[in-house]
């Protein structure tokens, strides 16, 4: 069996990236940056994904991405007392690297609005989601609501022994 070679760069064709990639290869990517508390979309973006189970690596991410090029805006909390410029500059080294490493793209712009700034201790105090708070109330409602079907479940099974009494007695006397 012969095996042919084809010379890739001959065969046409055209690699493109949907903006949710880029947005979530950058969320991903600014998991741990010192001083960053979240990238936010903002108090209703939040509120929708804390009452949704979402996929929320891409809040606060927007992008612009062309076919040599991407551009991207970012809204963050950083963290109380540490220094915001040195946030940014380590925020935008990541993502172009990141998006550079993984798509060939040249980052040409990276715009970061700071839309909150928290300490670390309010910040995991806020994270208690609404989420949590609505699993709570469902599991307390879930325990009301199966309380009651086993009271009427007694009362139900009183009044078939009732009914099956009556049966025992004749009909006519």
């Known amino acids: 069996m012969t095996k042919t070679v084809t010379n890739l760069s001959t065969i046409k064709g055209q690699l493109t990236y949907d903006d949710k990639v880029i947005e979530k290869i950058v969320g991903l990517a600014l998991e741990n940056v010192d001083g960053l508390l979240a990238v936010s979309g903002g108090f209703f973006a939040n509120l929708k994904d804390k009452l949704v189970n979402t996929d929320t690596t891409r809040d606060g991410v927007s992008v612009e991405v062309g076919t040599k090029e991407v551009a991207v805006d ?30 060939d793209l040249t980052v040409v712009e990276v715009n970061v609005n700071v839309v909150d700034i928290k300490t670390r201790a309010q910040y995991e105090e806020d994270s208690i989601t609404l989420q949590d708070r609505v699993a709570d109330a469902a599991s307390a409602t879930t ?17 078939v022994e009732k009914v099956e009494d009556l049966k025992s007695e004749p009909r006519v006397k």
């Open 74 to 103: 970012l809204k963050i909390i950083a963290e109380y007392q540490k220094h915001v410029p040195t946030i940014f500059n380590r925020i935008k080294e990541i993502v172009e690297t990141e998006i550079n490493r993984m798509t």
């Open 143 to 159: 325990e009301f609501a199966s309380n009651q079907v086993d009271n009427m479940k007694s009362a139900v099974g009183a009044g």
